[in-house]
């Protein structure tokens, strides 16, 4: 799936090799600092490393055109971007930047549901609650069905009963699709119990 070699950024990064297995769930972790939230840029090509190789699916990730990787490698910042419109306009954008125009409703009210967000999908996405709007765009990024799914503390908003539930339906989601979840958490608990594999960054001193 992703394989780096030889990567360096700044004073952050020194990656010699490392492997990111497809339809897995990959969690990295590290102190504040170490680099984490950088790496995760880079595996869409949103940061690029000063030197070394990355590679998605076998072709070193320069030689994608930046849209097309970004329809199948998604990733979710930790801070959520929110749009003037209602709850389903914010959900639907990310469907329009896959270039997929068909949603189920039905669908994408089991997920507010599961998520518990208790609203109206023609309610104003601006008025939500930081959690809300989290668990709005973590909606939106399912909805696209991208083969890789990037998410960087995707839970820093939520209280610990609805961060254990809004990750356990990812992980779920992730393995009956056979999709790949790469994110970057600061909650160790969380990447023990879930993941298949855990990435630890130290901080270069």
Known sequence: MFEIKNL????????????????????????????????????????????????????????????????????????????????LDNILIGKRFAKSFNYNLEEIKTLLEKFNVNKNLSESAENLSGGEKQRICLIRVLIMNPEVILLDEPTSALDENTEDIVINYIVEYTKKNNKTLVMVTHAKDIAKKYSDFIIEINKRR
Do not use: A, C, W
């Open 8 to 87: 360096k950024f700044k004073d952050i990064l020194d990656i010699e090799h490392l492997i990111i297995n497809k339809n897995s769930v990959t969690s990295i972790v590290g102190e504040s600092g170490s680099g984490k939230t950088t790496l995760l840029k880079m595996l869409n090509n949103i940061i690029s490393p000063d030197e070394g190789e990355i590679y998605y699916e076998g072709i070193e990730i320069n030689n994608y055109n930046p849209i097309d990787l970004r329809r199948k490698v998604v990733m979710l910042p930790q801070t959520p971007v929110i749009y003037k419109g209602s709850i």
